[in-house]
């Protein structure tokens, strides 16, 4: 009890402070109007109070004491003024019913509002270039000086903040917009433009550059970037507008993050038409605990999911995915499933009680490792698929949608070609079954676990070298979060049993351009600080990934970032009698040499690479059997 009086004690002397000026407004006008000859008030008392009541009323109403004077600004002079006005007419209006306005002179209700505006606000601006002033003094002396890039609002924005900062010590701003050098951004100088950073650095002593241009473009981005690294100092950026809102509101300065720099149009995400897609729904979602799974928990969620069911074998991610979800979305209903998807009888288990569209995103990535492990491959991104789809048909579920990838383009790679498998198996089971079937593929995902993004961080932070598999290496590359939003997407276009849409990447960016900007953006320099070493392709890799085969004809959507592809023609018999040879296989201990024709068989396409399977047994180099795909030639 003691505890939350002295909390709304400030805020009660700010009412008692306004309720005072109130009074001194109304009586020293009185008093001077008198002093001029006006009649005296045939009743002051009643004045005073009336002007209390309905002029504290006014201010409240307007919302003035939301705001803290500590950051008294513009919008709390104009709550002020508006307040001031509405009680203003309250009083003449109540004066006049009342038939007291007559002894009531011009003298007191002409200057009474501006009067009154000045004992409010003055207050107020003095509080805070107080506190201004004594948060300068208290600037410890190895506070930062810092130079800002920009001066548009995320400045003036981050100049607000960094008064009430002792940390930080704004030396001047840089802008390339004409006409700017020589102005002064909430007092601080514009010293230059961009281009002039370099001297403007070493002249003003700075410790810390700090980048000011969230709506920067990432060709901006990498310009701004680069002066930065040619001063050698380090550089952090303001949040974005989208951060600042979903985050808590406070002085932040973050580090430039690979993905302002990776030169792509951001997501148009809808979250209307998701929500109304995905809200109240029962959704299921496979590998829950992997980094894109747990992405499209949080979306699901996020757009209003009914009843999320979280299958995942992992015991620690799913436990620690439930922590979060339980303290974010504590009104979406979640059920965790501890499972392996190829189980039948797990499966079956958590469609019993009724889903509405299933993601299946359970799957093993990770290229070199899945090199020598085809068997564990097939078992668990093509067989446990199958097993899932088919028990998602049994249980009548409405929609189905396959994660898939690039790679299962004219795949190089065990996790390309048992992906390609598995698509074709869901173009199977879209030939029997009730369920709409969607598959969807995209690139290299950003920070996903296994991408080359963490391990560039740990190499860096150790002090190199980063190891780039060959100069020439491009990949396509998407945020975790907008991967997600596109798959979301596809959840209210419209389709047919089976649909098959590849998400536009954007441009190929150059691994080793990455390497160069992760280096950069930790403060060192590319084969100067850190060496960036090549180490040759691996097992599986190709130099460039494909996002469209050239016998899929490709239709735009009504979202410009998907892509519809028309699936290639199936031998439907031959497939659904390799899906049980594959069965028949695993069940048996089959080894990898084993495996592989039958693979070669299904996805006619694919070229292994691993050496030491080719030599295994040299007849896995042509197809036992006429291809399966019937366009198999990439």
């Not at 560039?456 to 939003?485: N, S």
């Not at 049993?497 to 998400?503: E, F, K, M, N, Q």
């Amino acid at each position: 009890m003691k505890r939350q009086f002295f909390a709304y004690l400030p805020r009660f002397m700010v009412v008692v402070h306004d309720l005072c000026m109130i009074v001194v407004v109304w009586v020293g006008l009185r008093w001077l109007a008198s002093a001029a000859g006006a009649p005296a008030a045939p009743s002051l008392i009643r004045e005073v109070v009336l002007a209390l009541v309905l002029q504290g009323a006014a201010l409240q109403m307007v919302g003035l004491y939301r705001g803290v004077w500590r950051f008294a600004s513009l919008p709390d002079l104009a709550n002020i003024v508006r307040g001031v006005v509405i009680g203003l007419v309250a009083i003449v209006a109540v004066t006049l019913l009342a038939n007291w306005l007559p002894s009531i002179p011009r003298r007191v209700l002409v200057p009474y509002p501006l009067a009154l505006i000045f004992l409010l606000g003055a207050p107020r601006l003095l509080y805070r270039m107080w506190k201004d002033k004594s948060t300068s003094a208290r600037r410890q002396g190895d506070a930062k000086r810092i130079l800002i890039l920009g001066a548009g609002r995320a400045a003036e924005n981050l100049l607000r903040d960094l008064r009430s900062d002792p940390r930080y010590h704004p030396v001047g701003l840089l802008d390339d917009t004409i006409g700017m050098a020589g102005a002064k951004v909430q007092g601080v100088p514009v010293l230059g433009t961009l281009d002039e950073l370099r001297a403007i650095a070493r002249e003003t002593s700075v410790d810390l550059l700090v980048i000011a241009i969230p709506s920067a473009s990432a060709d901006q981005m990498q310009r701004v970037v680069s002066l930065c690294d040619e001063t050698g100092l380090p550089f952090r950026t303001v949040p974005r507008l989208s951060d600042m809102i979903e985050g808590p509101r406070r002085l932040q300065l973050n580090e430039v993050s690979i993905e302002d720099l990776l030169g792509r149009d951001p997501v148009n995400f809808d979250w209307q038409r998701v929500s109304r897609a995905l809200g109240g729904k029962r959704l299921l979602i496979t590998g829950a605990g992997g980094s894109i799974g747990s992405e499209l928990v949080r979306q699901c969620a996020k757009a209003g999911a009914g009843k999320l069911l979280l299958l995942e074998r992992h015991e620690l991610s799913l436990h620690a995915l439930m922590q979060e979800l339980r303290r974010d979305y504590p009104d979406v209903e979640v059920v965790p499933i501890l499972a392996d998807c190829g189980d039948p009888t797990a499966c079956r288990l958590a469609l019993r009680g009724g889903v509405d569209t299933v993601f299946h995103a359970a799957a093993f990535k990770h290229v070199p490792m899945l090199e020598d492990q085809l068997r564990e491959a097939l078992r668990n991104n093509v067989l446990a698929s199958v097993t899932l789809m088919r028990a998602c048909s049994d249980a009548h579920v409405p929609a189905f949608v396959l994660i898939s990838t690039d790679k299962a383009i004219a795949p190089a790679n065990v996790l390309g070609a048992t992906k390609r498998f598995a698509e074709l198996a869901c173009q199977l089971e879209a030939a029997r079954g009730s369920t709409r079937l969607t598959v969807i593929r995209f690139g290299n995902v950003l920070d996903s676990a296994g991408s080359v993004v963490p391990l560039f961080r740990e190499q860096i932070a150790a002090g190199g070298p980063v190891t780039v598999t060959d100069p020439e290496v491009t990949r396509f590359f998407m945020t975790i979060p907008e991967a997600c939003q596109l798959i979301l997407q596809t959840s209210f276009l419209e389709s047919s049993r089976l649909a098959v849409y590849a998400l536009d990447m954007g441009r190929p960016i150059a691994i080793r351009e990455l390497a160069q900007q992760m280096i950069r953006l930790a403060g060192k320099r590319p084969d100067r600080d850190i060496e960036i070493r090549y180490t040759g392709l691996r097992p599986g890799e190709k130099l460039h990934e494909m996002l469209f085969h050239p016998d899929e004809r490709y239709q735009p959507t009504r979202h410009p970032r998907i892509l519809h592809a028309q699936p290639r023609p199936l031998d439907v018999v031959k497939l659904q009698a390799a899906v049980g040879r594959l069965r028949e296989l695993l069940n048996e201990g089959a080894e990898d040499h084993e495996l592989l024709p039958l693979l070669r068989e299904v996805v006619a396409d694919y070229q292994p690479s691993n050496e030491w399977l080719a030599r295994e047994d040299e007849s896995i180099r042509q197809p036992v059997s006429a291809p399966l795909d019937q366009s198999s030639r990439a």
